[in-house]
């Protein structure tokens, strides 16, 4: 295999086979037919337009009550079974960072309606002599999703309420114990995106990144019980892997290949898929 396989792996999805879901007459969503019927008998609050498209009825008209309405209809779906369950977080749902959102979803929903989410990931890395060494996480072997695979130092989804950088600092002491003097230094170094189909539906995610350069003798600790150990590899290695396997979680990945062109790795030089890798890591998303 090769790297160029991790970006058509997060890049599975077909959106023509999913109905658009629309806020404001901007599509935002996207929905299977099958959970667009299981939304449509809930009740009034979820109407098809003259193109067939969803969207929330004339009366659902403010954030309140498209939250209340979603509320409403998650909570149900899930005592039917249609979604699996719920976390208890939200996201925000918006065209863009530079709009307001326009409602909020709790985040294991997100992908039932398509709507894209963001979330924070962090490189951490030590400088040695023979080069640069990265901390890499094995997600708990209980964890619900994607157990025992390897991860990013640390990485969260982004929820309501939280500044890009605040979430990062915090994620950086829930799981693995970094104290602030050091996440303070965190480098925001760009965004990966990508379009992936799960048996939930579709994420059109966008991942904010971040490097953070760690002192020699820093052990990170697992402190909240998601990761099972961190482990320091030589940046050669931590790349091989990812160039022959798919042991690390999906989207993780993507934010590695990302830091190892960042950090000269991969070059035009050495790496033939290397303009491929580069536009790949920035899908532009279905809307």
Known sequence: MTYLDHIK???NANPSR???FRIDGMSLGALRPDFATALSALGPDFVRDENGEFCFAPHIGTLDDRNRSLDTATKA???QGVIRRLHGERFDIRPTLGHDPLCQLDR????????RSWGVHMNGYVQKDDGIHMWIAHRAKDKPTYPGMLDNMVAGGQPTGLGFLENMI????EE???PENLSRNLKPVGTVS???????GLKPDVMVNYDLELPADFVPRCADGEVERFELMPLAKVAEIVRSSFDFKFNCALVIIDFLIRHGFLTADNEPDYSQLTTGLHRNIFR
């Open 77 to 79: 779906l899930c005592d």
């Open 170 to 173: 915090k994620e950086c002491a």
């Open 108 to 115: 294991s929903a997100m992908p039932y309606f398509g709507f």
């Open 194 to 200: 990508y379009l992936y189909e799960t048996t939930e």
């Open 176 to 178: 693995a114990a970094i």
């Open 9 to 11: 792996a997060c890049n």
């Open 18 to 20: 999913y109905v658009p």
